[in-house]
């Protein structure tokens, strides 16, 4: 019996198992994928507290080492469910069923895709979700970045400076994301924005090698490129909990500034819970509120 099984070794997660094993709480942190969560992609962080400038990667492994050496077990295997049974509850994974006195889900998000077909089949022959990752594979080509937000005009600018060409395309004619990004970009001679505009189809021959837009008035172009980038948002991995936590119309877990959730006990941090800002910041914060939650739920259950 575990006191805290945490769910994911994200930002949330990991600062959840330290504060959790500095209360000498015995925890596991379960992870389907690699540690780190999102951050590990991101090539330099400049706006975390006291360090100007680390990679993600520095960052996620940082983190992890310290949840380590302060005894956090961790183990990386991927949750189909949990139960609720008052005092015990089960975390169940693909390997085994673990029991706990209190659960913290920090799961984070994926990547949405654009839904269209060949899109899965592409990914690593032409389609990417992460232009950190996989912009160096596209030096001198020509590639395109889908969406409007601040990762896509992100990648956009950090894309400018490798590839030969890069294309914007936004549904709307106005970004989400921020006026200085969009000004930056307007700036180089390398990028050109198509408005209003979706991909619908991917032409590809093994690989990709072109894309066809689509414009609001349904007149088609197809446009050869050797790279799309697609960032149009995340979903928040909370599929698995919805049987007994309550998500709000977009698949969030509603919680409140406690990082609780309508079940006793059970506890949510980071990207995936209903919240204003989402930024590694308020991940770490929400690690340590929600485990100072749980260690007080376990204590007065005593
Ligand atoms: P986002 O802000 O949710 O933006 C997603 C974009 O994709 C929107 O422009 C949306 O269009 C578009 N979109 C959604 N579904 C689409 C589809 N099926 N086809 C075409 N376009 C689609 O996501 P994000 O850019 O990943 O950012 C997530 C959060 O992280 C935001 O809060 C963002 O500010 C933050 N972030 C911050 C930084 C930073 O501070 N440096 C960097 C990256 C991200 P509409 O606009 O029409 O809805």
Known sequence: M???????????????AIYARRASKNVLVLEAKSYGGQIINTLDIENYPVEEHISGFDFATKLYNQAKNLGAEIKFEKVVDI????????VITTKNTYKTKAIIIATGSENRKLGISNEDELVGKGISYCAT???????????AVVGGGNTALEDALYLSGIVEKVYLIHRRDEF??????VNLLKEKNNVEFIYNSNVTKLNSNEK??????????????????????????????NQN???IINLDNSG??????????????????????????????????DGAVAATAAIKYINEKK
């Open 2 to 16: 575990y006191d805290i099984i945490v769910i994911g070794a994200g930002p949330a997660g990991l600062t959840a």
């Open 83 to 90: 139960n609720n049974q008052d005092n015990e509850k089960e």
């Open 133 to 143: 990752c996989d912009g160096a594979f596209y030096k001198k080509k020509t590639v």
């Open 176 to 181: 989400r994301g921020s006026e200085s990004t």
């Open 208 to 237: 990709l090698e072109s894309i066809v837009v689509t414009d609001k008035e349904g007149i088609e172009s197809t446009i050869k490129v050797d790279g799309l980038f697609v960032a149009v948002g995340r979903i928040p991995e």
């Open 241 to 243: 909990f919805g049987k």
């Open 252 to 285: 969030y877990i509603i919680s409140d500034e406690k990082c609780n959730t309508n079940v006793e006990g059970i506890f949510v941090a980071g990207d995936n819970r209903t919240k204003e800002v989402r930024q590694l910041v308020t991940a770490t914060s």
